[in-house]
Nanobody
Framework: QVQLVESGGGLVQTGGSLRLSCAASGRTFSSYSMAWFRQSPGKEREFAAA????????YYADSVKGRFTISRDNAKNTVTLQMSSLKPEDTAVYYC???????????????WGQGTQVTVSS
């Protein structure tokens, strides 16, 4: 069992940066791949970034590649999403997720946080 709690969301201007954090509880955090998804009003939840539990390999949606960086600290049971060059279209609720493998599909993840709001003003 893994519990996930996101933090770090807020309001930022276009071109600004934010750092999201996800704190996980549970002894097996290091054996889970972690991901960030986001959801805007009226849209489906979409994949943003993932990091493998085994290799540390990272994966990004084309829409965030080069602007977002996902990382994890297994000793601290945390995963972070550093976001830069933010755009109004990045506005969404951002969710942290844990699953057995890195994947872009929501159904592949077993545990979810409650989400944190990111708003990018133009």
């Amino acid at each position: 069992q893994v519990q996930l709690v996101e933090s770090g969301g807020g309001l930022v201007q276009t071109g600004g940066s934010l750092r999201l954090s996800c704190a996980a509880s549970g002894r097996t955090f290091s054996s889970y791949s972690m991901a960030w998804f986001r959801q805007s009003p009226g849209k489906e939840r979409e994949f943003a970034a993932a990091i493998s539990w085994s290799s540390g390999n990272t994966y990004y949606a084309d829409s965030v590649k080069g602007r977002f960086t996902i990382s994890r600290d297994n000793a601290k049971n945390t995963v972070t999403l550093q976001m830069s060059s933010l755009k109004p279209e990045d506005t969404a609720v951002y969710y942290c997720a844990a699953g057995p493998l890195s994947d872009s599909k929501t159904v592949k993840y077993d545990y979810w946080g409650q989400g944190t709001q990111v708003t990018v003003s133009s």
